[in-house]
């Protein structure tokens, strides 16, 4: 690889590449790199049909009478969860059932770099498991999943058919007769253990950090990004994205059509 006498002289060259030889440089900071970190938010899943939040067509942009009174923050927030539980469940249903939706060519990607020795570990903002149903095994879900669910009671845990296809306007238990809530992360919430330590923990310690498919708009992604130290970052994301920056290289593309460029068979 290259030597740079500063880390303002590396960024410039390789924010100067274009093309075949960018990608070039990106398949070569993988090959050198031994740790390899992934961050990943809902850019990642759109490619698969899921929509995300800010963006226009996204979650949070969809106009539904039923929620018009309702900031889309306060839909997927605890407040909502436990002061007006029959709206939070009406809503989670309708927007965020995600089981029979199939992983895309970024989760296969990720996966084959893990199976192959090239990836530590995923950390991940989304709640689909598109991750793990890819076959990625290293995956820190930090926002929770959608397919699993507890009650707020006894703690019993609930596979992912439960809420979804609970005809009743708030999902109870059987065993004591409590709510069975998301196990995701909402809003007003603070982010699991052991999965914000193990994402924290691969920040630390990777050479190289590929970021894909979020602005860094969520402060918790913001936090784990800045926490990262090593060689080479890498960000894949269709918009702008803080810390473009600090970047070695920007890709402005799809994800999916990155990544099986870089890894790809």
């Known amino acids: ?16 590449l ?8 990106f398949q070569e900071m993988v090959c050198e790199s031994e740790t390899i970190a992934f961050l990943g938010g809902a850019g990642v899943s759109t490619e698969s049909g899921i929509p995300d939040f800010r963006s226009k067509g996204g979650l949070y942009r969809k106009k ?13 927030s ?7 539980p ?48 890819a076959g990625s095994r290293r995956v820190y879900e930090i926002h929770g999943s959608a397919l699993r669910s507890y009650c707020v009671s006894c703690r019993t845990q609930y596979g992912p058919d439960y809420i979804f296809e609970n005809p009743d306007p708030i999902p109870r238990c059987p065993a004591c007769g409590k709510m069975i809530r998301p ?4 809003y007003g919430e603070s982010l699991p253990h052991p999965a914000y330590d193990n994402a924290v923990n691969l920040m630390n310690t990777s050479n190289m950090l590929i970021i ?13 990004a800045h926490l990262f130290h090593g060689k080479y970052l890498v960000i894949i994301n269709k918009g702008p994205t803080k810390m473009e920056g600090k970047a070695d290289l920007v890709f402005h593309e799809s994800i999916g059509e990155v990544l099986t460029g870089l890894y790809g068979e």
């Open 212 to 224: 894909g498919g979020t602005s860094l708009a969520v402060g918790s992604a913001a936090q784990l």
């Open 18 to 25: 274009a093309g075949g030889r960018k990608m070039e440089a």
């Open 86 to 133: 029959e709206v939070f469940f009406s809503y989670f249903r309708q927007n965020l059932d995600c089981r029979t939706v199939e992983p895309n060519d970024a989760h296969r990607v990720l996966s084959k770099m893990e199976a192959d020795g090239k990836l530590s570990g995923i950390v991940t903002q989304n709640i689909d498991g598109l991750h793990q149903k």
């Open 183 to 186: 196990d995701v992360t909402l």
């Open 1 to 16: 690889m290259k030597e740079f006498k500063s880390q303002r002289e590396k960024i410039k060259y390789y924010h100067s």
């Open 64 to 76: 539904d009478r039923r929620f018009a009174g309702y900031r889309p923050e306060y839909l997927l």
């Open 78 to 84: 605890s407040d909502c969860l436990f002061k007006r």
